[in-house]
């Protein structure tokens, strides 16, 4: 039986906003009310007392009913009240009354109470039943299948989507009010190129023929700098088909930006503006430094073992094998002449702490990658000044006292010393980097550290051009063995590195930058090849793509040919930026309709079987 819906409702004349603001100046107006019906409590047969929740589910104010004299059929709006399942829409029209505030433990301010006024029902109007089926109170955790549910029920979700929401506002209007960039959108239904990271396909009624969703703007906002845009940005959605390891999405959204004539500096400048106005407009941010230290990629990976270093924690790493004896150098792994580097971090002031936690970080899940590292395990040690040489026996006695006067050692210290091969960095991490990331996150959790506090900013540049191509990314497919670190548009970053292109390609730096902030990285950029044979010496010649593959791309080297002028830009990965300026663990909690792990969405259930009428359609085949 359709009881309640309704196709015309009542327009509301007032707001709960306006209740709150003006209160008891309100008193006896009548008014009608949007909201949901919350908690009801009845207090007798004639008297009843509900909660009802405006539309944001922010505000509320107290509903009283009685009944209405005279009328004592189930239409009566009171006994209409005392039928409403609770979360039903309805509105509401009824007189205002101001109220004493509640004393007690009533009046302990529920979040969004308007305790000035309340309502006397004259009329409900229910809008939509709340099946009763469906149970939800506050502390209801409801899964992906119900992820509608679970944002009404879960202000923080929603509150994410308004934070969010004011982010990009904030990011549009910098770029385009101050920056004067203009904001323009990119088709969504590209070409397939191997940039580097695997596509999605969009099969088409044309035999054999297929778009690809863009795995960034990346092409099109270069030829827009040959189109004479002198500064392009959008908040773009990408897609990449990837392993959906810790926290990706195989659809994401980028700030996207682009700008002619520019150099790295010009764009590492325009973000750090973007930035900073996020941090002080959102979170009151105070003390942003100018603007943000710049280290290179080797220096980063060295120190923090990461080229997206948290430098909120300290425990920087050190080599030590030129100052350790050859048998422990000989012992700690199987490496002929490697290097060896050290890090303390201080867990404990009472060392037999420290060796409690470290014992159990060691026997942890967390531990195993560490100790089956094939360059060795982690030598692990407790500055103990009970013990002889303070537990640092094994370096012998000289280099004991130097390391402790290097690290500066104190009672209860954990240190860490790692053997990695002699050679040069690639990747994003090192073993000891990651061990440093996992004692530090172990230690917090276990209440011996405090959590790190605040924002650290950091731009990373000089990576390498090339890295050796791995079976995890497919890279551009080149028949050298190398793939672009960053994608093949990055220019090399001086003349000398132009030199070393042919000869030397593993030795050349990009032009290349990423911002990081505690240990994130929120985006990348670089400046781009914007000379023709250039990109084609890189594609062809370096990394040796097929000419196949090189037709790919004609079309952007004839966009280059035509008088493109330099241009470099950046994207920020903008759920990630978001989730870190709330402090969220994933980027799911900053997105409406996350997908899940393997990359389904639960609620509407995609992806979905092709029908054999849409094989048909696109003139495809199953295998
Ligand atoms: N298109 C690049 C990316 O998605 C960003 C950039 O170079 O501007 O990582």
Redesign the pocket.
């Known amino acids: 039986m359709l009881t309640v819906v309704t196709v015309d409702f009542p327009s509301a004349t007032c707001t709960f906003q306006r209740l709150a603001e003006e209160g008891a100046k309100l008193n006896d107006q009548q008014v009608v009310l949007h909201g949901y019906i919350g908690t009801r409590r009845d207090a007798s047969k004639s008297l009843t007392f509900a909660e009802f929740h405006d539309m944001t589910l922010g505000a509320t104010v107290q509903l009283v009913s009685t009944p209405t004299k005279g009328v004592d059929g189930s239409n009566s709006p009171h006994t209409t009240l005392r039928e409403l399942q609770e979360h039903s829409p309805v509105a509401i029209s009824g007189t205002i009354k101001s109220r004493k505030a509640p004393s007690g433990k009533d009046g302990e301010s529920k979040a969004g109470l308007i305790t000035s006024v309340e309502v006397k029902v004259d009329n409900i109007t229910p809008l939509n039943a709340f099946p009763n089926d469906i149970i939800m109170s506050k502390d209801t955790v409801f899964p992906a299948e119900s992820r509608h549910l679970q944002i009404r029920n879960d202000p923080s979700i929603r509150n994410a989507l308004a934070f969010r929401s004011k982010a990009a506002r904030i990011v549009r209007n910098e770029l385009c009010e101050k920056h004067d960039f203009t904001e323009i959108e990119t088709p969504l239904l590209f070409k397939s190129t191997p940039e580097g990271a695997r596509e999605f396909l969009v099969p088409t009624r044309t035999p054999g023929l297929a778009y690809a969703l863009p795995?960034?703007?990346?092409q099109y906002?270069q030829i827009l700098m040959a189109s004479g845009i002198p500064r392009y940005v959008q908040i773009a959605k990408?897609f990449r088909d990837e392993d959906l390891r810790a926290d990706r999405q195989p659809e994401f959204t980028?700030v996207?930006?682009?700008m002619a004539f520019a150099s790295a500096e010009d764009v590492m400048r325009t973000i750090e503006a973007v930035v900073k106005r996020l941090w002080t407009e959102l979170l009151g941010a105070k003390d942003l430094p100018e603007t943000f230290p710049l280290m290179s990629y080797e220096k980063a990976m060295s120190k923090y073992g990461s080229d997206k270093p948290d430098l909120r924690l300290g425990s920087e790493i050190q080599p030590i094998e030129y100052m350790i004896p050859v048998d422990l150098v000989n012992k700690i792994g199987p490496l002929d002449d490697p290097i060896v580097e050290v890090m303390k971090i201080p867990i404990a002031e009472d060392p037999n702490d420290t060796r409690k936690f470290v014992n159990k970080f060691m026997d942890s899940p967390e531990a195993q990658p560490f100790i089956q590292n094939p360059h060795g395990q982690p030598g692990i040690f407790i500055f103990d000044t009970r013990k002889p040489l303070q537990g640092l026996s094994v370096f012998g006695f000289e280099a004991a006292e130097a390391l402790e006067d290097m690290i500066n050692l104190e009672d209860g210290d954990l240190v860490i010393i790692q053997a990695r091969p002699r050679e040069a960095f690639s990747g994003g991490s090192t073993p000891i980097g990651n061990l440093r990331l996992a004692l530090h996150k172990s230690a917090v959790k276990h209440g011996y550290i405090g959590p790190p506090q605040g924002f650290a900013f950091t731009w990373i540049n000089d990576f390498p051009l090339f890295s050796p191509s791995n079976d995890a990314e497919p890279g551009q497919g080149g028949a050298a063995g190398l793939s672009a670190t960053?994608?093949p548009?990055?220019s090399p970053k001086t003349a000398a590195d132009v030199d070393l292109l042919l000869t030397d390609p593993l030795q050349v730096r990009a032009d290349h930058y990423d911002l990081v902030v505690n240990g994130v990285e929120l985006?990348?950029?670089?400046r781009?090849i914007h000379s023709a044979e250039m990109q084609e010496l890189v594609m062809r010649e370096v990394l040796q793509m097929s000419e196949e593959r090189m037709k790919d791309f004609a079309h952007l080297i004839e966009v280059l040919r035509a008088g493109c002028p330099p241009h470099a830009?950046?994207?920020l990965g903008f759920d990630r930026l978001v989730a870190v300026m709330m402090g969220r663990e994933s980027v799911r909690d900053v997105i409406a309709f996350p997908k899940s792990g393997r990359g389904e969405d639960l609620l509407v259930k995609s992806p979905t079987k092709m029908t054999e009428g849409q094989l048909e359609t696109y003139h495809l085949r199953l295998r």
Do not use: V
């Not at 795995?215 to 990346?218: G, K, R």
């Open positions: 795995q960034s703007p990346q906002k990408c980028q996207d930006l682009e960053h994608h548009f990055t985006g990348g950029g670089s781009r830009g950046l994207a």
